[in-house]
C-alpha cells in the first residue's frame, strides 16, 4: 500500500510547509516552514503519545519509561525522514540552489523538518481529527514491529495460514478456551483500508496485528501472540 499526502483545503499550507529558509534566501516575497515545523513537532508528539496510551499502554500495560521509549525510536530524525520519503516529500520541498546542490532531498534533517511542517499545515487545515487519522496511518504498522517484533518480516500472509490454528491449540491447552479476535472496521479509503485486530485469551490480550483485510490482521495478530507465548 502506497501512502499518499493528505489532502489540503487550501494549497497556500502545503506550499509554506514545503519551503526551505534556503528557498527564501533566493526569493522574494515567500515564507519559510520554520513556524509550522515547530507547530507540527508539538502536534506530532502529542498525537503520537495519545496512540501509544491508548492502543498499547492501556491493552497491554506498557510502563511510562518503555512509551517514552517507543516515541523516542517513533519521532525521531531517522524515522520521519523515512515517512518523507514514503510520501515523496523529497520531490516536493521549495529549496534553494545551494541546498539542492548539497543534497537536501536526500539530507535525513530537512526530510524530518519538512514532515512536521506538513503536519503543522495540515492542523491548521483541517483540525486535529484528520491530522490524528493521518498519524495512525503511518505510525501504527511502525509502532507494531517495534512493540511486537517480527520473527519472519519477509513472510508473505500465505506463511501465516496456520497461525490462527496454532494458537487455539496452545489456547485450549492453557485454558480450554478458544481465542477471540477483535477487529475494526479499517481505517484509511475503501480501496486501501487498514484493519486491526486483537487477539485475547480469557479477556487477556495477546496480540495485536494489521493487515489490508480482517483476516490478514487477525492472522497476524495471531503470529505476535505465538511469539509472546514463545511458540515462534
Not at 56 to 61: L, M
Not at 142 to 170: C, E, H, M, R, Y
Not at 216 to 232: D, N, S, T, W, Y
Amino acid at each position: 500500500m502506497t501512502n499518499k499526502l493528505p489532502k489540503f483545503k487550501n494549497q497556500e499550507f502545503l506550499k509554506k510547509a514545503l519551503t526551505h529558509r534556503s528557498y527564501i534566501n533566493e526569493s522574494q516575497g515567500e515564507e519559510d516552514n520554520e513556524s509550522l515545523e515547530f507547530l507540527g513537532d508539538a502536534v506530532l508528539g502529542f498525537l503520537v503519545g495519545e496512540l501509544l496510551y491508548k492502543r498499547y499502554q492501556e491493552e497491554y500495560d506498557l510502563k511510562p519509561k518503555e512509551l517514552t521509549r517507543i516515541r523516542s525510536l517513533l519521532v525521531d530524525e531517522k524515522q520521519l525522514a523515512k515517512f518523507a520519503l514514503q510520501l515523496g516529500i523529497d520531490k516536493l520541498m521549495r529549496l534553494g540552489r545551494g541546498a539542492e546542490k548539497d543534497g537536501g532531498r536526500q539530507n535525513p534533517a530537512l526530510l524530518s523538518d519538512t514532515f512536521e511542517a506538513i503536519i503543522g499545515a495540515y492542523f491548521l487545515d483541517s483540525g486535529i481529527t484528520p491530522v490524528r487519522a493521518f498519524v495512525k496511518k503511518l505510525f501504527i504498522p511502525v509502532a507494531d514491529d517495534i512493540i511486537f517484533p517480527d520473527s519472519q518480516t519477509n513472510s508473505q500472509p500465505n506463511d501465516l495460514v496456520d497461525t490462527k490454528g496454532k494458537f487455539q491449540q496452545w489456547a485450549l491447552a492453557e485454558f480450554g478456551e478458544n481465542p477471540q479476535y477483535e477487529s475494526d472496521n479499517g481505517e484509511g479509503p475503501d480501496h486501501a483500508k487498514i484493519f486491526t485486530a486483537r487477539v485475547k485469551v480469557k479477556g487477556k490480550a495477546y496480540g495485536v496485528g494489521t493487515g489490508n483485510r480482517k483476516q490478514e490482521a487477525e492472522k497476524r495478530a495471531a503470529e505476535k501472540a505465538l511469539k509472546k507465548v514463545g511458540l515462534i
